[in-house]
């Protein structure tokens, strides 16, 4: 028999215990949030029905969907012609009913309208799951990857906009970043824009092109209007829209005068003007909230306000992006149910938390003492008090087997355990513990009882 050489698909990690801590402190952290401000958790199934997830993200992100083969003979139902000529948009609905979920936000539009009559409105739901997308990838660009999403639907209220910006703050803030933007922008004011040069029907050339100048700079987007349908004179009433300077309320003023004639674009700074009222009775903690006319967002769903986070402290790109949305569970046929959702880029987040050496020391500790053993009676000594310590919710391990202390000592290093609770002939006739301190070296005594009081204070 051949020997198989093991790996994985291009686009997918394994996650080693430590990389795994360092995870869960990330979703844990923002899950906490999450909750304080009342929203529940949901799961959807890795695979949807085929037909649920086509037709949702556009031609370009049908072909990034994963199909799943069906079971069985997955030919036998394929059309003949289709399969000689190669034909596989026609042949992949014959021989794939399912798909892996390519996004958090068509499932969970499903979801709403197969359980609207068990869920109270505003439903308020986050939900931290794997996706895929048959993407190329190149770092920072996965195959499978998590998404960690709040979204309140059945409210028009911009209460949750604001909401959903002070989650930013508090999660980000308590995983330990300290300069971070929170831009926000409105549709609405962009299509105002599209209406004041009388270039309507152009509105998602505008956004897609403004939505790179981080990318290509003023000039690159200005080339890109070009050839967009914009001429030099569009151009010229654009560009200093696109600069707009000075504080939050210097920006709306500017807007409100230059937006004066469409209903649309007033709409769009009202409600801009709304959620800064509402923040108002807030302080905010790191975060810095910016009014950011160049922020369009690729979802050309958004229909309202538009978020989007960018951290000061790291080279990187968004970490963070959401915006209202109306109508999302009319594909599903539930008509007239507006909604605004959030999300977190973890993948993102984890790496700028790894470059500024942000993840608690603690979480890398999985067990937080091993109680050694070298031979039958050290053994039974110890079973008592290893019941005893996971008792009062303690992680600790004993070593699996009789074997020099040193060998254990190593194991403890390796695993990063920072205690290690020694048994030999003089702790057993003394009935005490010897604990050895590793990352100070420093070994002390412990009656037993006094042990399991010191690991109980250290409880996380």
């Known amino acids: ?208 092109a403004i939505d790179k100048i981080d990318k290509i700079g003023l000039l690159g987007v200005c080339d890109e209007l070009l050839t967009r349908g914009f001429s030099d004179i569009d151009i010229e009433i654009l560009k200093p829209l696109i600069l707009l300077g000075g504080t939050n309320n210097e920006k709306i003023e500017t807007l409100k005068i230059v937006l004066s004639s469409s209903v649309t674009g007033l709409k769009g700074i009202f409600e801009i003007e709304t959620i800064f009222k509402y923040l108002d009775s807030f302080e905010m903690i790191n975060g810095k909230l910016e009014l950011d006319i160049t922020l369009a967002r690729g979802l050309n769903y958004y229909t309202g306000a538009i978020f989007e986070v960018k951290t000061n402290e790291a080279a990187m790109g968004s970490i963070g992006g959401g915006g209202r949305y109306d109508d999302l569970t009319g594909m599903f046929g539930l008509k007239n149910l507006s909604g605004v959702g959030i999300s977190f880029g973890a993948d993102r987040i984890y790496d700028v938390l790894e470059e500024l050496n942000l993840f608690p020391e603690t979480k890398n500790q999985l067990t937080q003492i091993l109680i050694t053993n070298s031979d039958i009676d050290s053994e039974r000594y110890a079973l008592p008090l290893l019941q005893k310590l996971r008792n009062e919710g303690v992680a600790v391990e004993i070593y699996h087997q009789s074997a020099k202390l040193k060998k254990q000592l190593k194991y403890a290093d390796d695993k990063n355990i920072k205690y290690v609770a020694i048994i030999g002939t003089e702790e057993i006739e003394s009935n005490q513990i010897t604990l050895k301190n590793m990352h100070s070296g420093e070994q002390q005594r412990f009656l037993i009882q006094d042990l399991i009081n010191k690991f109980k204070a250290l409880k996380p």
Not at 9 to 25: C, H, I
Not at 92 to 111: C, G, H, M, N, Q
Not at 154 to 161: I, K, P, Q, Y
Not at 171 to 182: E, P, T, V
Request: aromatic share 10%.
């Open 1 to 208: 028999m051949s020997v198989i050489k093991p790996s994985i698909p291009k686009g997918t990690r394994d996650f080693s215990p430590s990389v795994m801590a360092n995870r869960n402190f990330i979703f844990e952290t923002i899950k906490t949030v999450f909750k304080k401000f009342g929203y529940q958790e949901i799961q959807t199934p890795a695979m949807e029905n085929l037909s649920t997830l086509t037709g949702k993200y556009g031609d370009e992100g049908d072909k990034l969907i994963f199909k799943v083969l069906n079971s069985g003979d997955y030919l036998a139902k394929a059309n003949l012609d289709n399969l000689t000529n190669r034909n596989s948009s026609a042949i992949s609905p014959e021989i794939s009913e399912k798909a892996l979920r390519y996004d958090l936000t068509v499932p969970f539009a499903r979801y709403v309208v197969m359980h609207q009559n068990e869920i109270t409105f505003p439903f308020k739901r986050f939900q931290i799951q794997n996706v895929w997308r048959a993407d190329k990838p190149q770092k920072g660009r996965y195959r499978e990857f998590y998404q960690c999403d709040a979204d309140v639907v059945g409210s028009d209220s911009l209460l949750n906009e604001a909401d959903f910006i002070l989650i930013y703050d508090e999660a980000l803030s308590k995983l330990g970043l300290k300069d971070f933007n929170i831009k926000i922008n409105n549709r609405k004011i962009l299509s105002g824009i599209a209406e004041i040069i009388g270039k309507p029907e152009l509105i998602v050339d505008l956004t897609i």
